[in-house]
Nanobody
Framework: QVEVVESGGGLVQPGGSLRLSCTAS????????MGWYRQAPGKERELVAH???????KYADYVKARFTISLDIALNTVYLQMNSLNAQDTAVYYC??????????????WGQGTQVTVSS
């Protein structure tokens, strides 16, 4: 079993920045990728970015050049640096860890989510 815990959410003004962190613990030998997803009120959960342990990256088009995902394999921790935030980025941000084969997650473990609110 893998436990996934996010941190770093909060309230930020438009144009501001936040850095989210997510750590996986437990049976982490069975994971090869970690990623961030988000869910805004009334919308479906969507991909933000994911990264494999061999450093393959994927970003959603709407976050390219604003968000950066990075990974500390030794700590089983993934980060999401978010810059130039706007109101449309307001959502609960979820982290997951699991086994990514191509673009398909064979299995995954989700965190409980962290709220990001962009408002003046």
């Amino acid at each position: 079993q893998v436990e996934v815990v996010e941190s770093g959410g909060g309230l930020v003004q438009p144009g501001g920045s936040l850095r989210l962190s997510c750590t996986a613990s437990g049976s982490t030998f069975g994971i090869n990728a970690m990623g961030w997803y988000r869910q805004a009120p009334g919308k479906e959960r969507e991909l933000v970015a994911h990264i494999t342990f061999d450093r393959n990256l994927k970003y959603a088009d709407y976050v390219k050049a604003r968000f950066t995902i990075s990974l500390d394999i030794a700590l089983n921790t993934v980060y999401l640096q978010m810059n130039s935030l706007n109101a449309q980025d307001t959502a609960v941000y979820y982290c997951k860890a699991g086994w990514l084969a191509g673009q398909h997650w064979e299995y995954d473990y989700w965190g409980q989510g962290t709220q990001v609110t962009v408002s003046s």
